[in-house]
């Protein structure tokens, strides 16, 4: 049993997650916690970045127990502000997640419910796990960037479908499911997208070249709020999962996108996977990436694994 009363715990609450619903399902969280007897700060995720900081910020000032209440982009944040503390190391620091947001995607491989009381449940019974962290590491007018992510991270189409369905989340009330949001946002997206000529260098000297429709690497299984195109990604393997999907004819996209949700993409003879610790992604034409949804910058991109350095409350 976690000791939720001699610790000092931060509460980081997105109140944008979940459209809209954050503030609402806090009051219930808050009432569970005031019952099991938590002692808690609360804090609110700021934009533009500014939430990594501040989260590096209670951690270097002491706190080593967090709760974070919102979806995979909350969690990404304060996993980076976990990764660039520098007062603990980073598997020191216990994360409890009680889900909010939209998409929802770490969760499911880390099989944390989506009931605020059963999550709040986790969090008691004290049980850790510890997973890898990926690393992004590219350059912006010379200047050498990093972001973490527990999740994954990709280039191409996929890429830019996660964005738009991000940016239509961010702008819009109106719920949906974010499967049909996804398949529209891709197959609107796949109609105009230009693959693009890649170089993936691996572990091994493993190469691959190609006209790249898109790439992925996983720590855990799913993305897009529930594909599965990581079927057999082991958090705690120090190894990515890395998914090569070289270009196709449009109308074979239609047959693939059921692919996508039910783990099968193996069979699709442009789909290749490989494993690898390191990852350099190059490009001719520089194209974006995003880490756990966020987009971070451009390619030459360099994703490499902390191995388990992020440490969360599990059943």
């Not at 499911?108 to 962290?133: F, R």
């Not at 738009?164 to 996804?182: E, H, I």
């Not at 109609?191 to 691959?208: G, M």
Request: contains cysteine; hydrophobic residues 35%; proline residues 4%.
């Amino acid at each position: 049993m976690e000791n939720t009363t001699d610790n000092l715990w931060t509460v980081v609450i997105n109140p944008t997650s979940g459209n809209g619903l954050a503030i609402k399902q806090w009051k219930a969280a808050e009432k569970i916690l005031q019952s099991k007897g938590f002692n808690y700060n609360v804090c609110y995720t700021k934009p533009d970045g500014k939430t990594i900081e501040m989260v590096k910020g209670i951690i270097e000032n002491g706190c080593t127990h967090l709760i974070v209440m919102g979806g995979d982009g909350t969690l990404n944040e304060v996993a980076n502000g976990i990764m660039l503390q520098k007062r603990y190391a980073s598997h020191e620091v216990k994360v409890g997640v009680v889900p909010i947001g939209t998409g929802n995607d770490w969760i499911k491989t880390a099989n944390i419910p989506t009931n605020t009381n059963d999550a709040i449940n986790i969090i008691c019974n004290g049980n850790t796990s510890l997973q890898d962290v990926g690393r992004a590491t590219y350059h912006i007018n010379g200047s050498k960037h990093i972001r973490y992510f527990v999740n994954t991270a990709g280039s191409g189409l996929d890429s830019i479908v996660i964005n738009k369905v991000s940016q239509k989340k961010a702008n819009s009330r109106k719920k949906g499911t974010n499967k049909l949001v996804y398949i529209l946002t891709l197959l609107a997206e796949f109609t105009k997208y230009k693959p693009v000529e890649v170089t993936l260098e691996a572990d091994n000297n493993t190469t691959l070249k190609g006209n790249m429709l898109n790439f992925a690497i996983g720590i855990g299984k799913y993305n897009g709020g529930g594909m599965l195109p990581f079927p057999n990604a082991n958090t705690g393997n120090n190894l990515f999962e890395v998914l090569f999907i070289s270009n196709m004819p449009k109308i074979r996209m239609l047959f693939v996108v059921p692919k996508l949700f039910s783990g099968t993409l193996e069979k699709v003879k442009e789909v290749k996977y490989i494993r690898s610790k390191k990852i350099k992604l190059s490009s001719a034409t520089p194209i974006f990436a995003e880490t756990d949804g966020e987009v971070i910058g451009y390619t030459p991109i360099l994703f490499d694994i902390e191995p388990l350095a992020f440490c969360y409350f599990s059943k």
